[in-house]
């Protein structure tokens, strides 16, 4: 009797194992690229802008760090050249160094003679061409900073919208109906924010980078200035 009664109960649990196995939930992995694109539409131009940032941070990256060196030798053997008379070899010298510091100290070699002043602002104008060009483009990852997101936000109201108007017309407003197309366009807005958050920190550390330089090359136009008062 007790056997009996001991197999009826391992019949029952065996039974309920089963039950709880068949009621466990499919395999719901998803690839990165299939998570991403269920974002929809608005990530392709979202996708768009973060190659382009890329290009214009690793673009303007290496313009930026090759033209601001400045090389501490430079200084000296234009002294050396100033002290000596040899205008043209200092401008020689100048301009093989390659960099915005030797174009700015050349066009300060080419115009002595003339007043301190104007010595000094005509390097002034050629540093601020210099800086110029090394900001060129970065005022579109300023304005990639404000659309990425923008159009993540874009593409989260408009998933939003799509949603209720298909509550509206199936009047089926289950949580699995609203949090499952909740999530997808959400993707967009996160992918936006991710873009936006690239773009600008790549902005404001490149223009620290030219801050810098900028910095840098005003007092080696003034130690130019004072090696040319001392001559």
Known sequence: MFSFIQ???DTITNAASNVVIEKIAPNTEISTLGFLLKGGVWLI????????TFYL?????????KASKIDTLLMRDVRDNLNSGNLDLARSIAERNNTASGNIIKEGILVIGRPI???ESNMDRAADIEIGEMEKHLGHLGLIAGIA????FIGTISGVIKI???ISVTENISIGNISGGLYEKMISSGAGLIVGIIAYSGYHLLNGKIDNFALKIQKQILEFV???QRS
């Open 164 to 166: 209720f108007y298909s």
């Open 226 to 228: 004072n090696i040319i």
């Open 57 to 65: 941070i690793i673009e303007r990256y290496l313009f930026v760090s």
């Open 7 to 9: 197999l009826q109960a």
């Open 149 to 152: 997101p923008t159009l993540g």
């Open 117 to 119: 002043v104007e010595i």
């Open 45 to 52: 131009p979202i996708g768009i802008l973060l190659f382009y």
